[in-house]
């Protein structure tokens, strides 16, 4: 039998196998018996992720002064002059100067076309989160201070891409290990926490509080901070295959903190309020993120696209919807407050909770005062990608 032949049960077989991975096999209840089959829903109108608009239309273009976002743009054109559609801005850019303001708006007015991004169902507006880069306390040594382990990737997580063979399963990376000669799911974080993997050999480094760890897993990247006042920068490299659980949503409903109290911030607090039960707190997130060690002392970390991330011009993206490396033009208001915050930013990085086509997480940079804002940034939100005039949208738009 051919491949094409084989390729739709096939298909069904491989997404038992994604879902038996990710820890969601349950099983089937028997079909009903039904005497015909139920009348087909009309078919949804398929709204376009981006629509182009008129500059005017754009939030807040005019209060903005793009060429803060003019060097952010320059090195996303690293990586975008060599994609179609993108050279001749990238040409272009590199020769403007950044002293002329006036010159860097005309540049991205008239050499690109404003593109509102809005969500399968036509809705414009969505949400947008904030990350950093946050510090931790860590040794080289365990002791009894340093006592979490920050881990590698371990030898024995398998990623099965089966992309080349079904195109449709395009998005997924399976995760698991070999048990004999089944593949089963990797270990889970209550698994790792309690040492049945990955080997100590495996250990980046120590460090003194699971809470700060903890939210490092969340931001991906970090600096570690040693005894002897070495920074170290550790980013993602990759993660266990378990989907991630909100311990916020969880706190949210035990009733340990209300909506309006809830923030990074707090989360921290009722850490140290609660030693005894945060262990069992975090367990119950099942993902867990292994990293590597940057060379050298660098001052922002590398996003998904390979450049440095720009803080308050980088955002983390859908890329699904955005394309990498774009300008995108966001309406919001500051954190925790109706201060509208309004300018062009460089869709630079991505993230595991960034899922959707109105959805951003935007990088305030490194350290404490950093971590307040983005700890506290969940607020409505409005984006516009600029796209090089003539150049088709992602979907044929």
């Known amino acids: 039998m051919s491949i094409s032949n084989c390729r739709r049960p096939l298909g069904r077989l491989v997404l038992v196998l994604l879902l038996f991975l990710a820890g969601c096999v349950t099983p089937a209840p028997p079909p009903p018996v039904v005497t015909a089959p139920p009348p087909a829903p009309p078919p949804a109108a398929k709204v376009s992720a981006l ?23 320059r090195g996303s054109c690293r990586v975008l002059r060599q994609r179609p559609g993108w050279e001749s801005v990238c040409s272009e850019v590199a020769t403007l100067d950044i002293a002329d303001g006036p010159a860097v708006k005309t540049f991205f007015e008239t050499r690109f076309v404003p593109h509102q991004v809005r969500n399968p169902d036509g809705n414009e507006r969505g949400v947008v989160t904030g990350y950093y880069v946050p510090d931790l306390i860590g040794s080289r040594e365990r002791s009894e ?26 998005d997924y990376r399976l995760r698991g290990r070999l048990d004999g000669r089944r593949v089963v799911p990797y270990w889970s974080r209550a698994d790792i926490d309690a040492g049945k993997a990955p080997p100590e050999d495996k250990v980046l480094f120590w460090v003194d509080d699971p809470v700060e760890l903890f939210f490092l897993h969340i931001q ?23 989907p991630f659980r909100s311990i916020g949503k969880l706190l949210l409903d035990r009733g340990e903190m209300t909506r309006d109290q809830m ?9 140290q309020r609660n030693p005894e039960r945060i262990r069992s707190l975090l367990a119950e997130n099942p993902s867990y993120i292994f990293f590597n060690e940057l060379a050298g002392n660098p001052e922002s ?34 954190p925790t407050s109706p201060e509208p915050l309004r300018r062009l930013m460089v869709a630079q990085d991505t993230g595991g909770a960034i899922k959707g086509a109105v959805r951003a997480d935007f990088f305030w940079g490194m350290g404490k005062e950093a971590g307040d804002l983005a700890g506290r940034m969940k607020q409505a939100l409005r984006l516009w990608v600029l796209l090089p005039v003539g150049m088709t949208p992602p979907g044929g738009a």
């Open 145 to 170: 201070r340093f006592a979490w382990p920050l881990y590698a990737v371990p030898d024995d997580l398998l990623i099965i891409d089966l992309r080349s063979v079904y195109p449709e399963l395009a």
């Open 220 to 242: 991906g990247s970090g600096r570690i901070v040693l005894k002897e006042n070495e920074r170290v920068m550790v980013h993602y490299a990759d993660q266990n295959g378990h």
């Open 301 to 334: 970390p590398t996003g998904a696209l390979g450049v440095t991330l720009t803080p308050g011009r980088s955002i983390a993206v859908d890329p699904r919807s955005i394309p990498l490396g774009a300008p995108v033009f966001l309406a919001t208001t500051w």
């Open 263 to 271: 923030s990074m911030q707090n989360i921290k607090a009722w850490g």
């Open 51 to 73: 629509t182009p608009v008129a500059w005017a239309a754009v939030e807040g273009w005019s209060e903005d002064d793009p060429v803060a976002a003019l060097e952010a743009f």
